[in-house]
C-alpha cells in the first residue's frame, strides 16, 4: 500500500548544530519528495524537493537525500536556529491526473537556545 | 503578494449539521486541492480540482464533496459532521504542469473545524 512515515516524532537540538530528520517511503513508483515545514497554527511550508531520478539536492542550509534502495528520504538541517522549530512533514509525489500529496505523520523538531 | 487564503479561520458544528468552508487560490493557479489533517498527524489528501472538474479523490466518504468556481476558488462541503471530521482542512494550490513536471503546492493557513 502508499504509506510515507517518520522514524522519530521528535527532534531536540541545540542551537547551532546540525539537524537530521528521516523519512521512510514504501511507494517505488512515487516521482516526487517534498519536505514541508509546519509552524503551529499555520498550513505547511514547502521547504525542497527531490525529483526520484535524483539522489541528493541542497538548498538555503537544506540538504534532502534520498536512497531508492532503502526507500529511505532524510531532510539535514545546517546551523539550526530557533526559528526552525516546526513539525517536518515528508510527502512524496505521483505525477498523475491528481497531483495528490501523501504525507508522513510528522517530526517535531524543538531547537535549545 | 498573496497567498492562498482560507474561510473561515475557525469553525465550531454540532453533530449531524453541514459545514462549507472556502478557498481561494493563488492568482495564476487554476488547481485546487483540499486536504484534511487531524490533530497529530500528517495531512491527508481529499479532492483535487482543476478547470472545475474533479481529478482526484481520496479515501473519504460521499458526505465529502467540492466544486471549483470559474474564477478557480473552491468550496468543500461536508454533510451530516462527525465527531471525527474535527481537524484542519487545508487548501492547496499549484500551476498545473500537465503531468511532465513536478510544481509546488502552496497552502493556506486552513480551516480549523471542531465538531461536538
Known amino acids: 500500500g502508499e504509506s510515507v512515515g517518520l522514524h522519530l516524532p521528535t527532534l531536540s537540538v541545540q542551537e547551532g548544530d546540525n539537524s537530521i530528520i528521516n523519512c521512510a517511503y514504501s511507494?517505488?513508483?512515487?516521482?516526487?519528495f517534498i519536505w514541508y515545514k509546519q509552524e503551529s497554527g499555520k498550513g505547511p511550508q514547502f521547504i525542497i524537493d527531490?525529483?526520484?531520478?535524483?539522489d541528493k539536492r541542497q538548498g538555503q542550509r537544506v540538504t534532502v537525500l534520498l536512497n531508492k534502495t532503502v526507500k529511505h528520504l532524510s531532510l539535514q538541517i545546517a546551523a539550526t536556529q530557533p526559528g526552525d522549530s516546526a513539525v517536518y512533514f515528508c510527502?512524496?509525489?505521483?505525477?498523475?491526473?491528481?497531483?495528490?500529496?501523501?504525507f508522513g505523520s510528522g517530526t517535531r523538531l524543538l531547537v535549545r537556545p | 503578494d498573496a497567498g492562498v487564503t482560507q474561510s473561515p479561520t475557525h469553525l465550531i458544528k454540532t453533530r449531524g449539521q453541514h459545514v462549507t468552508l472556502r478557498c481561494s487560490p493563488i492568482s495564476g493557479h487554476k488547481s485546487v486541492s483540499w486536504y484534511q489533517q487531524v490533530l497529530g498527524q500528517g495531512p491527508q489528501f481529499i479532492f483535487q480540482y482543476y478547470e472545475k472538474e474533479e481529478r482526484g479523490r481520496g479515501n473519504f466518504p460521499d458526505r465529502f464533496s467540492a466544486r471549483q468556481f470559474p474564477n478557480y476558488s473552491s468550496e468543500l462541503n461536508v454533510n451530516a459532521l462527525l465527531l471525527g471530521d474535527s481537524a484542519l482542512y487545508l487548501c492547496?494550490?499549484?500551476?498545473?504542469?500537465?503531468?511532465?513536471?513536478?510544481?509546488?503546492?502552496?497552502f493556506g493557513p486552513g480551516t480549523r473545524l471542531t465538531v461536538l
Open positions: 492547496a494550490s499549484r500551476i498545473p504542469s500537465g503531468g511532465s513536471s513536478y510544481n509546488e503546492q502552496f
Open positions: 510527502a512524496e509525489n505521483l505525477l498523475d491526473s491528481s497531483y495528490k500529496l501523501i
Open positions: 527531490i525529483r526520484s531520478n535524483m
Open positions: 511507494n517505488s513508483a512515487s516521482d516526487y
